[in-house]
DNA sequence: GGCCATTGAGTTGTGCACAACTTAATCGTG
DNA sequence: CACGATTAAGTTGTGCACAACTCAATGGCC
């Protein structure tokens, strides 16, 4: 492997500059995501990860934990609370099937599928905010998408 | 604004579903980025902000916290506690200002400045996991400031 | 000099992410 | 059928992100 002190190629020392790390740009940009969602979203009394429970919900109709945590990668432990708290504010119901008790199902309450109709708003909006062409935003997400299935594959060997 | 199905203008229902959205993908990439420096970064008992706090440190020195605050984006309610933790552990010290008693001034032990040594290791293994060229990580990094920049600016207004 | 707005850190409360664990239901195999 | 392994959801504990707030120090302005 050859290091020359090229853009492409920094340096020893540069390898620990902040600005350096792409993992720090995911994440300022995903947080800056967060500040505007928080924004767009409090008219619909959501949070940005409750917002995607109903995202999924929206598209598939009921759905047991599990598959939600699949379309989310959300485990249980975060799911479970997130959900309750869903449920306190009447957009969903929780129930354990009757085929599987091991498993609860989760569907949209009339309100909870009311609430569609003032969501469509809301990518529009965020889209707006980012001033970004629609083109430009799939090739990044197609990016990303490929950055998280290397991620998810490497994993479990590092 | 015209609208048709194509791939690059999707149809207004396809607005709300889980997969078209950017922020997702952001938020999905981070996550797993997340988990694989819980991996790495265990051997050096820091978590993935701490360690960005450590970067900065490394990189400027002795700051105070406002100035740690400006380079990582986050705020006194964040850093607050999570410099206490690093205290704890003895790789930082947080001493009040003398010139202006308002502001702490966050400097490294002898032991922080040590665990650089070690930390030098981590960007090539996480690199090695992406399984990226390197120019693609550039190039996605740049586009990501862009986003970063543009929401910041939009913020405001939104 | 006195007064008030501003500033920097810290605190409190809420919600999310995730590891490690518990509990109960189901499955598989002898 | 019995019994150990597996599975789904939930619980507990830790840490981060952020809004809203407090408090003390500073700075500007009359």
Same mark, same amino acid.
């Given at each position: 492997m050859t290091e020359q002190p090229t853009a492409d190629a920094p340096r020893e020392q540069d390898f620990l500059r902040l600005d350096g790390q792409i993992c720090f740009a995911l994440n300022a940009a995903s947080r800056a995501f967060g500040g505007l969602?928080? !924004?767009? /979203?409090? *008219?619909? #009394?959501?949070?940005?990860?409750?917002?995607?429970?109903?995202?999924?919900?929206?598209?598939?109709?009921?759905?047991?934990?599990?598959?939600?945590?699949?379309?989310?990668?959300?485990?249980s432990g975060t799911l479970s609370p997130l959900l309750k708290r869903l449920e306190a504010t009447?957009?969903?119901?929780?129930?354990?099937?009757?085929?599987?008790?091991?498993?609860?199902? !989760?569907? /949209?309450? *009339?309100? #909870?599928v009311a609430l569609r109709t003032r969501a469509v708003e809301v990518p529009r909006r965020i889209a707006a905010a980012t001033g970004f062409e629609l083109t430009e935003i799939r090739d990044l997400q197609t990016r990303l998408?490929?950055?998280?299935?290397?991620?998810?594959?490497?994993?479990?060997?590092v």
């Open positions: 969602y928080r !924004v767009v /979203l409090k *008219d619909l #009394g959501l949070t940005y990860p409750q917002y995607l429970v109903m995202l999924v919900l929206w598209e598939h109709g009921e759905l047991p934990v599990k598959e939600l945590g699949h379309h989310l990668r959300l485990d009447g957009l969903i119901r929780r129930e354990r099937s009757a085929e599987d008790e091991r498993s609860v199902h !989760v569907s /949209l309450t *009339d309100e #909870g998408n490929k950055l998280t299935a290397a991620l998810d594959a490497a994993a479990p060997e």
